[in-house]
């Protein structure tokens, strides 16, 4: 048995603020059960002083990503996301009186999901420097899109086979069917994901997967 500390198993017995805010203001993925973990972030956010009312947090990981995503929440929780970001991950896992060395990826994803959120509440609000939406910074947005199905990135799973961005539109085109069971909340999810970017006037997802036979 990896040698937890007494902090690590309470916040993973009784972890706080579970669940899922559900007028969120920003919400972000990070990770993927394929590779083992996954975690899910919500925010809500006082427009006027930043401050983060309100944060939860989904795990679908070890006893170690639910603990520092619970002492994350309890961290940050109160704080204006100025000050949340600039939590480093070696911050949660002191919180936690440490982590096991290889554990310590935990709360690398526990920072890197909150900082998502925290990049996009900015985002919606212009509070980012205004970068253009390139190809590059397309494909990481999208590389957070699951599949419900599978839990994996559209990416990942080789359901994204063309993407452009040009003149403030964006094309996406996903090898599923517009019938496909799952096509509207993928659909659902890469619009929350792209269609606050200031430069972007359009997302079109297209479905061009070939129906079964």
């Not at 007494?6 to 059960?33: L, W, Y």
């Not at 639910?66 to 070696?90: C, D, F, N, P, Q």
């Not at 935990?106 to 925290?118: F, G, K, M, T, Y």
Request: charged residues 30%; contains cysteine.
């Amino acid at each position: 048995m990896l040698p937890y500390s007494k902090k690590v198993i309470e916040h993973f017995k009784h972890p706080r603020n579970v669940g899922e805010i559900k007028d969120a203001d920003a919400v972000a993925m990070e990770g993927s059960p394929a590779c083992g973990d996954m975690l899910k972030i919500s925010l809500k956010v006082n427009e006027k002083t930043h401050v983060i009312t309100d944060i939860k947090f989904e795990s679908f990981g070890c006893a170690s990503n639910i603990a520092t995503a619970s002492i994350l929440t309890e961290i940050v929780k109160g704080r204006t996301i100025e000050e949340a970001e600039k939590i480093s991950w070696k911050q949660a896992a002191e919180e936690l009186g440490g982590l096991p060395p290889v554990k310590m990826h935990c709360a690398v994803l526990a920072v890197d999901a909150l900082r998502s959120a925290i990049e996009q509440w900015k985002e919606k609000h212009g509070l980012v420097d205004k970068k253009p939406t390139t190809p590059d910074v397309l494909l990481r947005k999208l590389r957070n899109v699951l599949n419900p199905l599978t839990g994996a990135s559209i990416v990942r799973m080789q359901l994204l086979v063309n993407f452009d961005v040009a003149d403030g539109v964006i094309i996406i085109d996903l090898d599923l069917t517009p019938d496909h069971k799952f096509a509207a909340h993928i659909s659902e999810e890469i619009h929350e994901k792209l269609d606050h970017l200031w430069d972007i006037k359009e997302v079109r997802v297209n479905f061009v997967g070939e129906p079964e036979s």
